[in-house]
Structure formats: structure tokens, C-alpha cells
């Protein structure tokens, strides 16, 4: 009976957070046509866009905003022509494959939408390489395994936060997210709300973030742990916090997208057949170097090994002498520091949203989950193969389903695997 109830809360917790979380829909009775113009990553902001009945009666002509995006709404369902001016793009951008029209068709009450994949125009004088299918399938196999490896290196540092906070406590933390998205913002803050450049904002934005994940262990999470609350309880309140946390965001931060003062717009660079801004590389490195510090620090430091102990047995950590309770909150500063640290990475990526911790969420949970629950090389490996499928994966399936193959990925190891990919085996009863 007692496992009823526990599996029934759960339940009604994991059903009131999906039905609470603030999605983004479309306008209502939207019916229309509707993209997103990106350069490697960054919107394009000023494109037109024309839009005409089939039979060449204009409808509309529209210019993407500062997010790159743009739509059009019409009054019946059919088939449209989508036209881009390409005179309208940036000097160095051209669309590839050469075609600007879209022939997309508008159903009842739906929003269709329309794809324009632009690359950078080849130097004056260089010839663009032919576009048959084998080069042109490989050269975008390459661009998209380093964009996976790009969103699997954030997705691992929000994750091993989180699985180290896992380990420690057994707290599965619906609100981790909210720490990726506050990091973003107490940047975003210090960058433009100050007049700090982007570098020392984030710094600070880090040691903050850090320092409100102790205190939260101290003032909030550590008090409930003395009182005796259980593992599900925790967690149900936990997206509690998440709820209150995204709203409080909403309020301060506003709705809207926006974007770091520095290392919004940067001209790519070519690397063999990939092509990005250099602030991926460097952001890249940054990261990798953060997960391999963390994971030594956890192998090599007297902290690390106590981390260990605790997540192996608390109470045998215990008698042996460790302080349970100083090893936990270093965890939680350290958890919401890198949380920070993942949330501007994910800022400089894109655009900054009060729901950008809230839209990896899942992510986060389906690389701790396939890395191995409570592990810190487990969530590395982990959101690397969820990252890399995301990506990869749009060259067989339509963009809007890449998370879906993600998951199908992580049912099928576990399947095979429940402890994950580097996780343990644990007797059961």
C-alpha cells in the first residue's frame, strides 16, 4: 500500500509539472507560414521574404526580426509560394543549393514551416564545389557530428551538476534547469545591465551562481534532509521550486530573447568541411576542459574521494569521519556553478530565454540517465551520444523529431543496460 501511494504521488507531481510548465505555443488559430533564418548559428536579421498564392496573387511581404525569424499569416488553407530575396541576405551568405523559392502547402488552422538553409558565399575567384550526393551527405554528416558534440559538451556540464547532486543526496532535481537558465540571466546582467564585457560578467555570474547553490543547500534542501524527507517528497518539491523560480524569471527578465553584448555575430571559419563561429571552438575547449577538471578533482582531491564515499554509503562516510553535510553543499556549489557555467555557454550559442534551462531539461536527464545516474564520466559520455544523435540524426529525420530519436536511443541502452552506459549494477531487495 505504501508503494501505491509513493508511485501515485510521483505520478500526480510529474502530471502537474507538465501541465504547468509554461510552453510556447503559437499564436491561437494560427494559420500560416512561418522560419527561422540562420548563418552558422546566427540569425539572420533583415532578409525579405514574399509569399504569393499559387497562382501568383501576393499575399504578403515580411523581414526577419533580430531572432532571424518571420511569418505570415493567411486567411486560407492551399498551396503558397515562398520567396526569399536573396539581395536582402548578408554579402557572405547565399542559399544553399542555389534555390530561394518554396512551393509549402497550409492546412486548416496550422502554421507550416519553411526551411531556407544559408552557408557562407566562396571567396572571390573560388569556384563552389559541386553538389552531388555523396560530398554534399558527408560534408553535412561533418558539420552536423560538430554541432552535436558542441550541444553534447553544454548538455554534460548542466548534467554532471546534476548527477553529482544525484549521488550524494538521491535528490532527482526537477528546478536543475532553472540554475542553467539563472546563470544565463546573472550574466546577461552583469554584460548588458552593468556594462561589464562578457568575459568578467560570466566569471562573476559563476562565483554568484555557486555561491546561491550552497546557500540554497543550507537554507532549503539541507533542513528538509534533517527533517527526514523522503527522496520522492524532495523531488516533487523540487519542481515546485522549478515552477516558482521560471516565473520568477519571467517577471524580471521578460518574455522576449535576447543576447549577450559581445560574440553575437562573429564570421565563420572554415575547418576542413565544417564551418562555424570561432566563439564554438573556444567554447568547446572551455567546456572539455571544465568536465576533465571536475572529473580528476573527483578521482585525485580528498574532496573528490569523500564525494565518492558519501555517494557510496552516507552513513559508513560518516562513522569513518567525513562530514556529510560540508561534502553536500560543495557539491551543490559546485553543481550550480557549472549549471551557471553550462547556461551561458548555451547563451552565447544562441539567443537567452526565461525557459532555456526548462527546453534541455529532458535532455539533461536522458545524459545522466544514459551515462550511468550519479556518475561524473557517466554524464559526460552520456550527453555526447545524446547530443550527437540529436544532430546527427536530422539527415534521415525532419529537425522537429531529433529529440525524439534522442530518447528512442536511450530507451533501447537501457533496455540492455538499466545502470547506463559507465553505471553499476546494484542488488535489488
Excluded at 539572420?44 to 526577419?64: C, L, M, R
Amino acid at each position: 500500500m505504501r508503494r501505491a501511494v509513493i508511485a501515485f504521488t510521483a505520478f500526480l507531481g510529474g502530471l502537474v509539472f507538465l501541465l504547468a510548465s509554461p510552453a510556447y505555443a503559437g499564436p491561437a488559430d494560427c494559420q500560416g507560414l512561418k522560419g527561422t533564418l540562420k548563418l552558422q548559428g546566427q540569425p539572420v536579421n533583415g532578409a525579405k521574404i514574399s509569399v504569393t498564392t499559387e497562382g501568383g496573387q501576393p499575399v504578403k511581404e515580411v523581414t526577419s526580426n533580430a531572432q532571424g525569424t518571420w511569418d505570415v499569416q493567411v486567411d486560407k488553407p492551399g498551396k503558397y509560394q515562398v520567396t526569399l530575396d536573396v539581395g536582402s541576405l548578408p554579402p557572405n551568405s547565399e542559399v544553399r543549393g542555389g534555390t530561394h523559392v518554396r512551393t509549402p502547402t497550409v492546412y486548416e488552422g496550422n502554421c507550416s514551416t519553411v526551411l531556407f538553409a544559408l552557408q557562407p558565399k566562396a571567396a572571390p575567384g573560388q569556384a563552389q564545389p559541386e553538389d552531388d550526393g555523396g560530398s554534399s551527405f558527408w560534408t553535412r554528416a561533418a558539420q552536423l557530428t560538430f554541432e552535436g558534440l558542441n550541444l553534447g559538451l553544454i548538455i554534460a556540464l548542466a548534467a554532471l551538476g546534476l548527477s553529482l547532486i544525484y549521488g550524494t543526496t538521491g535528490l532527482t532535481n526537477f528546478a536543475h534547469g532553472e540554475l542553467v537558465t539563472l546563470g544565463a540571466l546573472l550574466a546577461y546582467g552583469f554584460n548588458v545591465g552593468f556594462g561589464l564585457h562578457l568575459i568578467p560578467a560570466a566569471v562573476i555570474a559563476v562565483i554568484v551562481a555557486g555561491g546561491l547553490g550552497y546557500f540554497q543547500d543550507r537554507l532549503f534542501w539541507g533542513q528538509l534532509r534533517r527533517r527526514g524527507t523522503g527522496t520522492i517528497a524532495m523531488m516533487i518539491i523540487s519542481i515546485g521550486v522549478a515552477l516558482f523560480l521560471r516565473y520568477v524569471f519571467l517577471i524580471f527578465f521578460g518574455g522576449e530573447n535576447e543576447s549577450f553584448a559581445q560574440y553575437t555575430a562573429q564570421p565563420g571559419i572554415e575547418f576542413g568541411p565544417i564551418s562555424a563561429a570561432p566563439k564554438n571552438f573556444v567554447a568547446m575547449g572551455i567546456e572539455l576542459a571544465v568536465l576533465i577538471v571536475v572529473g580528476l578533482a573527483l578521482l585525485r582531491t580528498r574532496t573528490g574521494k569523500a564525494a565518492r564515499a558519501v555517494a557510496d554509503n552516507p552513513a559508513l562516510a560518516a562513522s569513518s569521519g567525513i562530514n556529510v553535510d560540508r561534502v553536500i553543499r560543495i557539491i551543490w556549489t559546485l553543481g550550480g556553478a557549472i549549471a551557471a557555467l553550462a547556461g551561458i555557454m548555451l547563451g552565447v550559442s544562441q539567443n537567452l530565454k526565461y525557459t532555456m534551462g526548462q527546453d534541455i531539461l529532458l535532455l539533461i536527464f536522458a545524459g545522466v540517465t544514459l551515462g550511468g545516474l550519479g556518475t561524473a564520466f557517466g554524464a559526460l559520455v552520456g550527453s555526447l551520444v545524446v547530443g550527437l544523435f540529436i544532430q546527427v540524426s536530422t539527415l534521415w529525420v525532419p529537425p522537429e523529431l531529433k529529440s525524439v530519436g534522442a530518447l528512442a536511443v536511450l530507451i533501447i541502452v537501457l533496455l540492455v543496460r538499466p545502470q547506463g552506459i559507465l553505471g553499476r549494477r546494484e542488488r535489488v531487495g
